[in-house]
């Protein structure tokens, strides 16, 4: 009897994109059979704090409070390469203006809103659904918001315009892409399955960039108001090669972040990252 692995991620284009092989039954699981939980990722960040999913997308972020709990998979990272999460206002705004408003954000254990304070030190905010700030902001219920996910293409639509790229900054900081989302697995499942989710994964992204036509297909149903081409965009902004294999210079930008985050006393302690091998 297969054994059933519970697997949480966003409803989102990118991560249906990169689990459609695992959903679709397109690779060979070698009699482990995933179930799919879709939830929103700060739903997820909570739910990390408690360990109650064994393999689970979260954000980085999040992942300094869940270090004991969970190591993190080499395979499956959302990293923008000088692009991320924007923050939009009705007017442009500079970094100064930013710090004088108060600013929308989609949850405090995301990764945006992380990198926002490593950017603005302290600033005044309100935590909205990320599916509402956009409106929220255009109502002029905030001076400004982080919009992640496809609001980072569909801002324009609202009338809004673009204050501040965070993957901009951060490599005009560090040289180094952004790291926003990871996938984690929870150490207790034991070094044998862990191995098989990571490989599992690994395939599933694979299959994903490889049949990409067939995958965006599976996506699409995910879109939330994103045409093909915005969707096919947004996949590809994130799922690339730091999301088949974090490598040397993913795994650098998470050690930067994390260890930023502690000297800035954003996060309590230093982060003994552990990811698998």
Not at 7 to 17: E, I, K, L, M, R
Not at 54 to 76: E, I, M, Q, R
């Amino acid at each position: 009897m297969a054994e059933i692995l519970e697997v949480g991620h966003s409803p989102d284009p990118d991560d249906a994109f990169m689990f459609y092989a695992l959903t679709a039954g397109k690779i060979e699981t070698g009699g482990l059979k995933f179930r799919h939980v879709l939830q929103d990722i700060e739903t997820l960040n909570h739910w990390a704090m408690e360990g109650r999913l064994p393999v689970t997308a979260l954000s980085l972020h999040a992942y300094a409070y869940v270090a004991d709990t969970y190591a993190l998979l080499p395979h499956g990272a959302s990293m923008g390469r000088q692009y991320g999460p924007i923050v939009v206002s009705r007017r442009p705004l500079g970094l100064d203006d930013l710090r004088r408003e108060t600013i929308a954000v989609p949850g405090r254990l995301t990764t945006a809103f992380l990198t926002l304070r490593l950017c603005l030190g302290d600033f005044s905010y309100v935590v909205l659904p990320f599916d509402q700030i956009l409106m929220a902001v255009a109502r002029g219920e905030g001076g400004a918001g982080v919009i992640i996910h496809e609001g980072q293409l569909t801002y324009k639509s609202f009338r809004l315009v673009k204050a501040l790229d965070l993957g901009v900054w951060w490599h005009r900081e560090t040289g180094l892409p952004l790291p926003l989302g990871v996938n984690a697995v929870r150490k207790d499942l034991g070094e044998g399955k862990i191995r098989q989710v990571s490989r599992l994964l690994r395939e599933s992204i694979r299959y994903a960039l490889e049949h990409r036509d067939e995958a965006l297909t599976y996506a699409m149903a995910f879109a939330r108001g994103m045409d093909r081409a915005q969707a096919d965009t947004f996949v590809g902004m994130y799922v690339n090669d730091l999301t088949l294999s974090s490598g040397p210079e993913g795994r650098e930008a998470v050690e930067r972040m994390l260890q930023w985050a502690y000297e800035k006393g954003i996060v309590p302690h230093r982060v003994r990252v552990q990811f698998v091998e």
